[in-house]
């Protein structure tokens, strides 16, 4: 079985093989004492300092981003959503739910975010800029700096998720003013499902006191002053908790460039060798992370089972409209160029 899905990934030997392990009990120092490593390590990766906070949760991602959103924002608050696909639109719900006053940029498949979609909202009465910087349903990866320039103009909390490009693309949450950072584990981190992060910096954890949160599992303040001592409130998931301490010392050993350009690098292999075929890639960036190609006969959602049942080879699926159209090929985890040229020579069969 290969996957060259987003999430979960091929996982490395090393993580598999301590997934294997009998679990200790975790109310003790030495747990700590490897809960404090990860929060240096995941803050150090992310390029913020000391007094950014980070917050460990047992859930998938879409739960990081809804405690991002409800620590820090309420019906007093306007946010602009960059919405640009099921993702976007998932930031969209939760607004909804939560009665938090939203404006969208909508991007139909195709489309470019650009400097000018965003200049008609300066100056607007918006208090946060929210985005995937990364949206995984197109493979869209979005300007930063344009992103970066726009909310420190207005003076906005800039929130970004970043669960499908970190370890990927370059990603540095001081310098690009970001207030809150997302993650989760089973993209490029190559663990299995079930953690996801919130990183907090210093403007947000004091624009969060002023919040009256209203929920019990998802507020954020409970993870942050247990963090101090390197606890969580509630059970984490604690074997994927030794896997991500495993994991961040392999990165910070090769060092976090290395582990990019390895990514970088199949990621160009991979579309350098699909350009003999004819598929034809969105004209939009992309991100490492993933390579979204469109399928001029139609065939995608067909070429994703054919992969799956004759050969075990797991390629992404796109949901609703673009299923027949788009294929989505992640980059992710433990994977090489020999296993690039297998799910070539397998699509070399499927186009004209
Ligand atoms: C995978 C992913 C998520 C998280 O989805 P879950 O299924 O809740 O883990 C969130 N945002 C982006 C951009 C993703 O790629």
Known sequence: MKLFTVGPV?????TLEIGANPLPYFRTAEFSKLMCEIEYLMKKFVG???KSKISILTASGTAAMEASIINLFNEKDKLLIVNGGSFGERFVQICQIHNIPFSEIKLNFGEELKSDFLQQYDNDGFTGLVC??????TGQLYPIDILSDFSRRNNL????DAISSFLADEFYMDKWSIDATILSSQKSLALPPGLSFVIFNERSLSKQKNIKVKSLYLNLNHYFIDMLRGQTPFTPAVGIIFQLHDKLNRIDQSGINYYLEQVQSLAGDFR?????????????PLSSALTPIICPLNNAYDIFSEAKDLLSLFVTPSGGELSS???RIGHLGNLTVEDNKILIDYLSTKTK
Not at 132 to 137: A, G, K, P, Q, R
């Open 157 to 160: 909390f800039f929130v970004v």
């Open 10 to 14: 091929m996982m490395d030997p090393e």
């Open 325 to 327: 159209k788009l294929l």
């Open 272 to 284: 350098c060798r699909l350009s003999e075929l004819n598929f034809i890639l969105p004209s939009y």
């Open 48 to 50: 913020t300092n000391e």
């Open 132 to 137: 995937n910087i990364h949206e995984t349903s």
